[in-house]
């Protein structure tokens, strides 16, 4: 490499040291999420004054990363980390809902901390619920930095501008995609491999709404594919697996394919063919 392009890499690692760190964000973020679910907490506390100094603690480290992207920023960074941590009891009862539909809708869950601990849906949708509140507050970068962190962690790809309702739950769950403006309702469940997306990637779309509205009590099964801002699917819909779909549903709809699948007996075993993967 010549000097050129190493004073040019010097100079780009400059602007990069007053960037905050994706790792700080995400460490910051998980310590959020054991200090509101103790079945995932690394830490033992001893006294209520213990706990009350370690989200202090996650306060102060939170305001001294918005610190750092001040000029960017549309509010003080003080008040914007007292704006997300005032929240917190709202965000940790929606986070409860959310984990109560997937053991109500899962035969397989036994109770609710397995479905806290283990389910990569409730994972997915904890962090998502967090960088819904930084999205909102208009903090740049930050909530895609979660919203990719999780996707890394679970499969599953929630963008944090989506509106989701209570009670969420996504069974399963790898595969998921659900786009910037995606709307849904309460009490819907969807199944891997679902997307609700854009009809089209057009830049010029970017402000638009482009992807689908989801009403109250709707069921996705896996392999859909949801697409465009104004295709809605009204309540208490059904949507089968594997469905291609780009326009509106009414409620109470039942949406299906229906693949043409033959099955065939051979006469005896030396019919059979064997295939080697």
Known sequence: MNTAFLDYLYHEHQKAQHQVSDTAICQLIEGVVQLLFPSLSERQFNSPEELKAYAKSLKKELHRLLSGMQPDL?????????????????????????????????????????????????????????AHVLYRL???????????????????????????????????????????????????????????????????????????TIEHNVVIYAGATILGGNTVIGANSIIGGNVWLTESVPPYSRVYHNP??????????AEVINYSI
Do not use: W
């Open 138 to 212: 208009q903090i740049p970068l930050l909530p895609r930095v979660l919203s990719e962190y999780a996707h890394a962690k679970t499969g599953i790809d929630v963008h944090p501008g989506a509106n989701i309702g209570s009670h969420f739950c996504i069974d399963h769950g790898t595969g998921v995609v659900i786009g910037e403006t995606a709307i849904i309702g309460n009490n819907v469940k969807i199944y891997q491999g679902v997307t609700l997306g854009a009809m089209s990637v057009d830049k010029a779309m970017a402000f638009t709404k482009r992807h689908p």
């Open 74 to 130: 549309p509010a003080p960074a003080k008040v914007l980390t007292n704006a997300l941590m005032e929240r917190l009891p709202q965000i940790h009862q929606l986070m409860l809902q959310d984990a109560s539909a997937i053991l109500d809708g899962d035969p397989a869950a036994r109770n609710l901390n397995e479905v806290i601990r283990t389910y990569p849906g409730f994972r997915a949708v904890v962090f998502y619920r967090l």
């Open 260 to 269: 043409q699948i033959k099955v065939s007996r051979s006469a005896g075993p």
